[in-house]
């Protein structure tokens, strides 16, 4: 084995685990955002959310996932949970 095959393959052994611990994903958060009417309905409150979150260094797509449900004016579709608690 010549000199510089040696350096080459010493190099790409040294740099793989450098490569693999750049690919490692972080944690990725999920909220949940329930919405009694239609998206066009919370346009402002969505995005001040989403401008909040940023603010704190979540970027959508990266380490945080939002998944938006909307009831349609329709509360039926909307979780039973106790309504006491809330208000």
Avoid: C, H
């Amino acid at each position: 084995m010549n000199r510089r095959a040696f350096v080459a393959g010493l190099g790409a052994v040294l740099a793989a685990p450098l490569a693999a611990e750049a690919q490692q994903a972080g944690k990725v958060f999920r909220v949940g955002f329930l919405g009694s009417t239609s998206p066009s309905g919370y346009a402002s409150q969505v995005e001040a959310f989403r401008g909040g979150l940023r603010d704190l260094g979540y970027v959508e797509g990266q380490n945080l996932v939002i998944e938006f449900r909307w009831a349609q004016g329709k509360n039926e579709r909307l979780p039973n949970w106790p309504r006491s608690s809330f208000g």
